[in-house]
């Protein structure tokens, strides 16, 4: 199993002086430590279920660009992006040089968007759920478009590019990574089998849990067969609790954590992404968590 961090808050002590150092500390940690993949929010506000609005949210992209200059092999991401906040040929030429500067470790962690507060409090324009998917869709077709080398128009119904011109191209081959974000069934699971590399899907620990998970894997094993897609080809990600030792909603023992696991492992999950808020939170997984699942994997 590969595991992954992402950053879901940036609030430092000492201050918002301290939140730079702070996130490149916990980046190299990582990367020396031989971690797969860094994923940070991308979201303009705080989100509700981690934290008040208020709360200090840096700019996805920013923060990915500057995680990049200060480690060498972690694979870098957003954990993921609402189709809403840029233009699709802005976003794809961001994350291309993402890509090219960070020596071809971008991926594009994209998903419908939800968060209407943040929307509304920047003016960014906030369309129905049902348009929002059709602009995903057409956001997938446009990053083809332009990592495919071909230069010509894209018509689509919301977007119109007259050329899809995209130099440097990525040094990531054939593309940078795809993951799609969500397990709705009908909708963002077809887009994955269509166009992703990855699915993300949450996951928790019980029998509840797994099961919910279980059922979403089983419907995009569906949508890959009516593709014509291997469901082996597609990646499987999760987010899951971060192993803390006080009790937490959501959260998970130490000690439990590596059973839990083993559990994934044999649902198919071939990447786990842990939320880490502190360099404490990244030490106790490093240190105690993997070192005792590697044990019991060995």
Known sequence: MKFGITIPRFEAPGGVARIGPQLAGIARDADQAGLDSLWVMDHFFQIPVVGEAEEPMLEG???LAYVAGVTERIQLGTLVTGVTYRHPGL????????????GGRAWLGIGAGWYEREHLGLGVPFPPVS?????????????????????????????????????????STPRPRIMIGGGGEQKTL???????????LFASPGEDGLTTLSHKLDVLRAHCKAEGRPFEAIEKTVIGPAPMRAEHPRAISPDAMPTFLEQLEGLGIDHYI????DPASLDLLLNEVLRQFALADA
């Open 61 to 63: 992209y920013s923060s």
């Open 91 to 102: 976003l794809i030429k961001t994350v291309t040089t993402l890509d090219v500067l960070s």
């Open 131 to 171: 348009e929002r998917f059709e602009r995903l869709e057409e956001t997938l077709q446009i990053g083809q478009q332009m990592w495919s080398g071909q230069v010509g128009p894209y018509e689509g119904k919301h977007f119109q590019l007259a050329e899809t011109l995209c130099q440097p191209m990525p040094l």
């Open 190 to 200: 077809r887009l994955v089998a269509r166009y992703a590399d990855a699915c993300n």
């Open 274 to 277: 842990v939320p880490i808020v």
